[in-house]
């Protein structure tokens, strides 16, 4: 997560959205959901090449989607050994996608920090991004939403992602 005082203003990032009753967003509204298939445990390693990714949007679109989520590394932003990999993959899915005239919503979990792998090194150096237990205020095992360092840091972060692969995030 960056330093706050790291964060662009606003208008450097470009994301302000369109109306919610545009046009161009209808097919939020009415078209079918698919998705890539590996649901939330997936790690993006399913689709990893061209052909790989080709052959399940194809399958996708057969089936009368044109609108797919990408699930699937949930909280990725808690593994950052992974990030660069996974965000490339999902660029070259949209991409693709998008020649095949889809559309992509980005599904990521703000507050999920997994048990496993790079969740606990997270947990061990930002403890301070923690929910706390309203009984008690013992930190909790998911990560607080409205921590402003975190929150600050995450946007960043999700800013960056949105630009480099014109999704909706397509969130």
């Known amino acids: 997560m960056e330093d706050i005082e790291k964060i662009p203003e606003l208008p450097w990032l470009e994301t302000s959205l369109p109306d919610q009753k545009s046009p161009e967003l209808l097919w939020r509204y009415t078209s079918p959901l698919g998705t890539m298939g590996p649901d939330n445990n997936g790690s993006f390693n ?3 090449t061209p052909d790989l990714i ?3 949007l194809e399958q996708v679109k057969e089936g009368g989607t044109e609108a797919v989520i990408l699930n699937g590394f949930l ?3 808690t593994f950052p050994a992974h990030l660069s990999r996974v965000e490339e993959n999902i660029r070259q899915i ?3 996608g998008h020649k095949m005239g889809m559309k992509f919503l980005d599904h990521q979990d703000l507050t ?4 496993m792998d790079m969740g606990f090194r997270f947990l061990a150096e930002h403890p301070e ?3 706390h237990t309203h009984t008690n205020g013992l930190p909790n095992w ?3 939403p409205i921590n402003p360092l975190f929150k600050n840091g995450f ?3 999700i800013s960056l992602s949105i630009s480099g692969k014109q999704v909706w995030m397509e969130l």
Request: charged share 25%; with cysteine.
């Open 46 to 48: 399913e689709f990893n």
């Open 54 to 56: 080709k052959k399940r």
């Open 75 to 77: 909280s990725r932003h």
């Open 94 to 96: 949209v991409e693709t």
């Open 112 to 115: 999920i920090l997994w048990n």
């Open 129 to 131: 991004y923690l929910q």
């Open 142 to 144: 998911g990560i607080c």
């Open 155 to 157: 946007f960043f972060l």
